[in-house]
Nanobody
């Protein structure tokens, strides 16, 4: 089972990027998938998640990205995306996708909720 994160890059504040998290060996529509990010010297923080299809693919966002970021899933491509608009300097971080087949009643915003992780992709926003 592998998660492959991609799509990072260096952009200017106000620009957009789309991150991808492609899975092999598992079906993401049966899993909850999340994006986390980690800036230098900081802990990994929750960005957004999308529940499995059976849970209506419900999405949840960190307050810091609400209205700017959108998480979505393409079941045919077995890929989860994070569309990031109006990027800010403080969005600079390594972004990781995580996934789990376990399901909790809570919002699943903790890194410990996820057992599978991709390798991370760097997003750098210059002001």
């Amino acid at each position: 089972v592998q998660l492959q994160a991609s799509g990072g890059g260096s952009v200017q504040a106000g620009d957009s990027l789309r991150l991808s998290c492609a899975a092999s060996g598992r079906t993401l529509s049966r899993m909850t998938t999340a994006w986390f990010r980690q800036a230098p010297g900081k802990e990994r923080e929750f960005v957004a998640n999308i529940r499995r299809s059976l849970s209506s693919s419900t999405t949840n966002y960190a307050d810091s990205v609400k209205g700017r970021f959108t998480i979505s899933r393409d079941n045919a491509k077995n890929t989860v995306y994070l569309q990031m608009n109006s990027l800010k300097f403080e969005d600079t971080a390594v972004y990781y996708c995580g996934a789990t087949e376990r399901h909790f009643l809570g919002l699943m915003t903790g890194a410990d909720d996820y057992s599978l992780w991709g390798q991370g992709t760097q997003v750098t926003v210059s002001s």
